[in-house]
DNA sequence: ATGTAGACCGTACGACCGTGCGTGCTAATT
DNA sequence: AATTAGCACGCACGGTCGTACGGTCTACAT
């Protein structure tokens, strides 16, 4: 009797379901997560995976709410080491690119491959998306803030406008990325953002 | 062996469920593409539709090649109207923004909407995309060139790194509106374009 | 020792998909 | 008038999808 089950093999089946499911929903789409797939790649039966989350809109709550611990994880996290304000404005904006090229996602950055499938289609799925999103815009907006308070950049400079320009740049980055295969889209954006905020 | 066949019929027909797929495209994608729907809104039986093109992936095909001609008119043609140079690039870019805004595909910008999607499935389809992608930016690199030749824009400005920089901003911007339906993001990417270009 | 909760499996159902087959029908060519 | 190309049809196939239900096994409290 070595093999038990218990509540921690569930969260362990769960933890091992969503982390292939958010490297699968960049490549497949949100809905395109199939049970059956997942199944496969986790080696359990579709309907132990089923089980584990009673519905597939469940599925894809959780697997959002997985891909943005991994975001935290790979950009956010190692960009707060940088001082608030431009610096650690720069970081997010670089540390998003390197994701992307580091293919931390095999479908590059996971709420742009799945904003566009999501934004026709309203609901919790798409509501929460839109969340992560804003999330992600604030945060940049709060440095920007940061930055022209300290000086870093212009006085004249609209927090917002910069946050809209940059995140613009970025999941557009990413898309032509994935689609051209070419990563001097990549390097060409890095240079761009670099000259936007100043050396 | 002569023939003459009754194209009229069947090139309408043709026309009216292109017309559907693009629109259909923008908010399915290009896989979800069915061809039940398809029939249903054209009001056709489902292998009458079938039989026009003989397989999903031609229908996929010419979907994208009847996008490209909507794009054409709605957008690129009358920002021809406007000089060569600064004022065309303008003009482009300010005409992708509003024929998204305007819904001229309910689900904005139909490469944008589709370039996630194929992205990462290898084949025809990505790569007649990617042409397509090639094309739009081409023109913008071409206009660039012109405008820092007549002294519109800096000397030292690079033509293919402003292209990139506008390209994935409206893009991304296309995205981003679609997400959250604020129209105010499309309105600070036109004054944040306007900037860049100069007054 | 026993009861119970929950993880997991096997199987099945209905829906929808893309794809072919066989067949009228229309209209241009003969 | 006869022929014939090809548009459009109804229908049915095999496959895959999400979902549901019944059953089995294990871990843990009692």
């Known amino acids: 009797m070595t093999n038990r089950r218990t509540r921690s093999d569930g969260e362990r089946s769960r933890d091992a379901i969503l982390d292939a499911a958010a490297e699968l929903a960049t490549v497949e789409g949100l ?21 584990l989350f009673g519905s597939k809109e469940e599925l894809q709550l959780a697997t959002i709410d997985k891909a943005r611990h991994v975001f935290i994880t790979e950009v956010i996290g190692p960009a707060l ?19 992307v090229e580091r293919r931390v996602f095999p479908g590059g950055c996971f709420f742009a491959s799945v904003a566009s499938e999501v934004s026709s289609r309203p609901g ?18 709060e440095n920007a803030e940061r930055a022209v308070e300290a000086g870093q950049l212009p006085t004249d400079t609209d927090p917002e406008q910069l946050t809209l320009e940059l995140s613009t740049m970025l999941t557009g980055a990413d898309i032509a990325y994935l689609l051209h295969e070419d990563p001097a889209i990549l390097d060409t954006i890095r240079t761009t953002i670099h000259d936007r905020l100043g050396r």
């Open 124 to 141: 919790p799925v798409r509501d929460r998306v839109a969340d992560e999103q804003k999330q992600w815009t604030g945060l940049l907006t």
């Open 31 to 51: 809905d395109g997560l199939s049970l059956a797939r997942l199944a496969e790649v986790t080696g359990m039966s579709k309907s132990g995976v089923f089980g």
């Open 81 to 99: 080491e940088a001082p608030p304000g431009r610096d650690r404005l720069l970081r997010l904006c670089v540390g998003y690119l390197d994701h």
